[in-house]
């Protein structure tokens, strides 16, 4: 399955953005699907997370402000982000983990990236 995140763009401080995750096909068999971002020189981070039973959690940095929800129709995440601070900047990725075996691990799929700039 390929992914695609969207819903980037340039917001001021204190502005929201809402992040979609496009499937090339409706994703059956996930157990977990999240939201990762990258900012600019630093390593990759996680955001946010939600399983198949609709439980979320998020890093403390954005509790409160982001609100991820799976997409029912193809089980893809979004994640709606409020309250915008510049350091929320960076790169973000949806991923979805699917089990591709029925005894074996989840296999991680992740999108292709859309940038978030927040200006202060």
């Known amino acids: 399955v390929q992914l695609q995140a969207s819903g980037g763009g340039l917001v001021q401080a204190g502005g929201s953005l809402r992040l979609s995750c496009a499937a090339s096909?409706?994703?059956?068999?996930?157990?977990?699907m999240g939201w990762y971002r990258q900012a600019p020189g630093k390593e990759r981070a996680w955001v946010a997370s939600?399983?198949?039973?609709?439980?979320?959690t998020y890093d403390d940095s954005v509790l409160g402000r982001f609100t991820i929800s799976r997409n029912n129709a193809k089980n893809t995440p979004s994640l709606q982000m409020n309250s915008l601070k510049p350091e929320d900047t960076g790169t973000y990725y949806c991923t979805v983990d699917i089990m591709t075996t029925i005894l074996g691990p989840p296999t991680r799929y992740w999108g292709q990236g859309t940038q978030v700039t927040v200006s202060s």
């Open positions: 939600i399983t198949r039973d609709d439980i979320t």
């Open positions: 096909r409706t994703i059956f068999s996930f157990t977990t």
